[in-house]
């Protein structure tokens, strides 16, 4: 994959979030999934062409508070972009990195 191809990153980007979608289909109507899909032209276009530029920001963790604990939780369309993003650091990682870490 040739590094940095925003068109490859995002094709991978919308395959990624199909494959969300179907898990999340009979969540409530005003589930984030539902409402990311009337954007997703907007969205994913403009975050890869700023991971691309580096100048890409995530969102604040949702804090979702229990009894017993307390759990951060990436938005949606974060956890899509870091995957991209490791799709793309991960064919150079065995060059940068030592065998013997």
């Known amino acids: 994959m040739k590094r940095w191809n925003a068109a490859e990153m995002i094709a991978m980007g919308q395959k990624l979030y199909t494959t969300l979608h179907k898990r999340k289909t ?51 369309s974060d956890r899509i972009f870091q995957h991209i ?3 793309q650091l991960k064919p150079t990682l065995p060059y940068i990195m030592n065998q013997n870490c």
């Not at 005003?30 to 890409?56: K, S, T």
């Open 26 to 76: 009979h969540a409530h109507h005003d589930h984030e999934i539902h409402l990311m899909a009337r954007e997703i032209d907007e969205w994913l276009p403009q975050g890869v062409q700023a991971m691309v530029e580096g100048h890409y920001t995530p969102r604040h963790l949702q804090r979702i508070h229990f009894k017993d604990e307390t759990i951060d939780q990436l938005h949606l």
């Open 85 to 87: 993003l490791l799709k």
